[in-house]
């Protein structure tokens, strides 16, 4: 059963960059039918995507935050992660990370998993 | 960006009774080169992730009970709880994957 895990510090400090990584567990990182995305979940702005990375290497970024995000992977620890730069207030949020379903045409698809979540907190 | 707007905000329904909660699509999010609707719902309970109840505005994941249903297509959408159960209480989103991915701001359902 495939599992994911979100892991990193719960608190950063104010124009800091917020580092999150995914670890997955009952199947393979590097599989060619999956791809791998970021999301957040505030009270105000409810769920957004923040950027998925594809079985091919590709990443692609929610416009809004695309200066200040990266996504990346690292298939020997079969983990990706997440970088978000110059953090503020805003930032704080309950962040998932979370498979893609099997990859269509001109979508990467639906989340179909998901990890339990972490939250981060911003001190300024 | 295609916003995603949910009706009704909250919602109590008696157990048993039907739930239905509706979701807009600021444009169409069937992909005509597949007819499929790029539009999925999630349940979330508290302090759980969500969690894929419905894809492609009508396929049922596997292991969800049949009393969740999903209909509509291009840009007007509903998913129905035929018969309401305790443990259906939670928020529901939809979601759009057609162009970016962006949420409807989610409907809590209670029980009246």
């Known amino acids: 059963q495939l599992q994911l895990q979100e892991s990193g510090p719960g608190l950063v400090k104010s124009s800091e960059t917020l580092s999150l990584t995914c670890t997955v567990s009952g199947g393979s990182i590097s599989s060619s039918s999956y791809s791998w995305g970021w999301i957040r979940q505030t009270p105000g702005k409810g769920l957004e995507w923040i950027g998925s990375?594809?079985?091919?290497?590709?990443?692609y970024y929610n416009p809004s935050l695309t200066s200040r995000v990266t996504i990346s992977v690292d298939t020997s620890k079969n983990q990706f992660s997440l970088n978000l730069s110059s953090v503020t207030a805003a930032d704080m949020a309950v962040y998932y990370c979370a498979r893609h379903g099997v990859r269509l045409p001109g979508t990467l698809n639906y989340f179909d998993s998901w990890g339990q979540g972490a939250l981060v907190t911003v001190s300024s | 960006d295609i916003v995603m707007t949910q009706s009704p905000d909250s919602l109590a329904v008696s157990l048993g009774e039907r739930a239905t909660i509706n979701c807009k699509s600021s444009q169409s999010v069937l992909y005509s080169s597949n007819n499929k609707n790029y539009l999925a719902w999630y349940q979330q309970k508290p302090g759980q992730p969500p969690k894929l109840l419905i894809y492609?505005?009508?396929t049922r994941e596997s292991g969800v009970p049949d009393r969740f249903s999903g209909s509509g297509s291009g840009t007007d959408f509903t998913l129905t709880i035929s018969s309401l159960q305790a443990e259906d209480v939670a928020v529901y989103y939809c979601h759009q994957h057609y162009s970016s991915y962006t949420f409807g701001q989610g409907t809590k359902l209670e029980i009246k």
């Open positions: 492609w505005a009508s």
């Open positions: 990375l594809s079985s091919g290497g590709s990443t």
